[in-house]
């Protein structure tokens, strides 16, 4: 699954919009909740070294997990502490690098855990 299959996904099942809040960032989208705004996923496009990987830019999102779960879902290769947020709270998953039904599962369990 690609960055645009993704956020079509996103778009066709959850109740929400795209938006993308930066100027200087305008390909990075946020997903909110539309009753109390809260994000449940932020798609960005930033250098694989920022994930300790070799390569030029990818596709990534970020996730609220449960604390008690993040260290199940983290491979080094496609889930990684988040990246700009907080690392307790969040992940960082590569869009097309990870397990389509684990992303849609991650998507999920953010979507519950912000609402």
């Known amino acids: 699954m690609d960055r645009k299959e993704f956020t079509s996904y996103i778009l066709n099942?959850?109740?929400?919009?795209?938006?993308?809040?930066?100027?200087?960032?305008?390909?990075?989208?946020?997903?909110?909740?539309?009753?109390?705004?809260?994000?449940?996923?932020?798609i960005m496009n930033i250098g694989s070294d920022k994930l300790g990987l070799n390569g030029?830019?990818?596709?990534?999102?970020?996730?609220?997990?449960?604390?008690a779960m993040i260290d199940n879902f983290l491979d080094g290769k496609s889930v990684f502490r988040a990246y700009?947020?907080?690392?307790?709270?969040w992940i960082t998953v590569v869009i097309g690098e990870a397990d389509e039904n684990k992303l849609k599962m991650l998507l999920d369990v953010s979507f519950e855990l912000t609402k």
């Open 84 to 89: 700009h947020m907080n690392k307790t709270h």
């Open 13 to 42: 099942n959850y109740v929400t919009n795209e938006e993308h809040p930066w100027a200087d960032s305008p390909d990075n989208s946020v997903f909110r909740h539309p009753s109390n705004k809260k994000w449940f996923a932020l």
């Open 56 to 67: 030029g830019n990818i596709d990534v999102v970020n996730l609220k997990c449960e604390p």
